[in-house]
């Protein structure tokens, strides 16, 4: 129980919850409701919760959270590790070959991600967009244990990997608008790599690399990247554009889900 004042150990990033929560949620419906999806996905979601107490121990929220908080996180990142073990132990137990082999992909990228997070490189551009693909990859194994076939998931995490970087090139054309006060404007390079993942999702379902329901669930996401993109947007708006992002990702999960299914 968190002591009346403590800082809160859940984590900050609050774009990231939407990022775990769309591909797992898309996993789970691509799949049969199945224990094995289910334990995986809740392995998944406490790995994702140990991210803030990871940091505080790791001492990168500053000496003070250090100092006042680091018994009490490492205290909480044991119990999620734990927990998150026993979780994923049993959903790889109870989940046929191909989830298990497919574990393989979030657990190379959560090991790349963290390599970035002791070098301080999270926040870069190339940072957020490796941790969109490692959170959004942990539908694949979800999906493949409730008996999807491996096309659907993977055209799923495509979709979601453009989906995310749209909005990250996006948000980050915003703060440079607001940081270099109108100097610097990366909305159109931004836009220019927007329409670009657009084209290439475009080409490659025409080639049949990749099914048209998921080159159309990148259109919601897109479409908004492209409005903060180019228009002028207050970063103290950026709160109402995240909602906005949540509707945009739930239109992209209900394409995929029946467009793949």
């Keep these: 129980m968190k002591p009346p004042g403590a800082r809160s150990l859940l984590p900050q990033e609050h774009g990231a919850y939407g990022q775990l929560a769309m591909p797992l949620l898309t996993g789970l419906a691509l799949g049969r409701p199945a224990l094995a999806g289910l334990a995986l996905a809740a392995a998944a979601v406490l790995i994702f919760a140990a991210h803030e107490p990871l940091l505080v121990a790791l001492g ?9 908080d680091g018994e009490r996180a490492r205290r909480l990142l044991a119990r999620l590790g734990a927990l998150s073990l026993v979780l994923g132990v049993a959903g790889l137990a109870l989940s046929p070959a ?14 790349a991600v963290a390599w970035l997070v002791w070098r301080k490189l999270e926040k870069t551009v190339a ?22 076939s491996l096309a659907a998931p993977l055209a799923a995490w495509a979709t979601w990997v453009a989906a995310f970087a749209t909005a990250t090139f996006a948000v980050q054309a915003v ?10 404007d990366r909305g159109r390079p931004a836009a220019v790599a927007t329409v ?7 080409m490659a379902a025409a080639s049949r690399l990749l099914p048209w329901a998921a080159a159309l669930a990148l ?11 180019l228009f002028p947007v207050e970063p103290r708006r950026l709160r109402e554009a995240g909602w906005a992002y949540i509707s ?7 394409v995929l889900v029946v467009g793949l299914r």
Aim: aromatic fraction near 0%.
């Design 175 to 184: 703060l440079s608008r607001s940081r270099s006060r109108g100097g610097r």
């Design 248 to 254: 945009a990702s739930v239109a992209t999960m209900v």
């Design 196 to 202: 670009l993942l657009l084209s290439l999702a475009a």
């Design 98 to 111: 191909p989830a298990r082999r497919a574990v393989l992909l979030p657990v190379a990228l959560a090991l």
């Design 219 to 229: 259109l919601p996401t897109a479409a908004l990247s492209l409005v903060l993109c």
């Design 60 to 68: 990168q929220r500053g000496r003070r959270a250090l100092e006042e």
């Design 127 to 148: 940072g957020e967009l490796l941790v969109a693909a490692a959170l959004s990859s942990c539908g694949l194994p979800v999906a493949l244990a409730g008996g999807a």
